[in-house]
């Protein structure tokens, strides 16, 4: 059994006298999909860039696994989607990407299209195709649901059941969070 270890963790922005995390020790195991929900400004979000090393802490994080932290970056919003998803992942085997977009009810043709004339809910889409692509790394998962209609969320729900890897779900959702995770952290304040 593989866990990511926490011990200690304190975290804070430079120039703030309020914690973010204080003192915070926990394990998770890395077979888990882990749902963190709450509302914003919990640290929800700062906690998947602590685990992607993006911050400088107090305490220890330790694991032997791998990130991939949803949503990715976008470096040119003009460039055509194919490109991008290209830019973003070693991953170049366009059928692959054909057949996530298909179960996320996604016509292909947006691949050909300029990244910025998509939908919000069709960009984000995009990218989660993508994101399920992805093997053997721990996914990262922030707010997916963001720009998604009812139904959007229906096919993610399905789409996050039907991966058989490890994540961790972040959403202000706690409904969508429930039966699609095995544990869902309601995150008022990290101080554990």
């Known amino acids: 059994m593989s866990t990511i270890q ?8 430079d120039g703030s006298y309020d914690t973010i995390f204080e003192d915070v020790s ?16 919990r640290g929800k979000t700062t906690f998947l860039k602590l685990l992607m090393g993006e911050f400088e802490y107090r305490g220890r994080i330790g694991s032997d696994v791998s990130f991939d932290y949803f949503p990715f970056e976008v470096q040119d919003s003009k460039a055509v989607v194919l490109d991008i998803l290209f830019g973003i992942s070693l991953i170049t085997e366009e059928w692959k990407i054909r057949k996530e977009l298909s179960m996320l009810f ?20 995009v990218l989660l195709a993508l994101l399920f692509l992805k093997e053997n790394n721990f996914l ?6 963001n720009h998604l209609d009812s139904a959007a969320k229906e096919v993610l729900k399905t789409a996050l059941l039907e991966y058989g890897g490890s994540v961790i779900l972040i959403s202000h959702e706690k409904s969508f969070c ?3 995770t095995d544990k869902v952290l309601d995150v008022e304040k990290m101080v554990l």
């Open 178 to 180: 429930e039966g699609l």
């Open 6 to 13: 926490i011990s200690n963790l304190t975290f804070s922005y």
């Open 26 to 41: 926990m394990q998770i195991d890395t077979k888990w999909k882990l749902g963190f929900c709450g509302r914003n400004g």
């Open 106 to 125: 996604v016509d292909d043709s947006v691949l050909y299209q300029p990244f910025y004339t998509l939908s919000s809910g069709e960009q984000t889409k």
């Open 140 to 145: 990262l998962i922030d707010e997916p649901t």
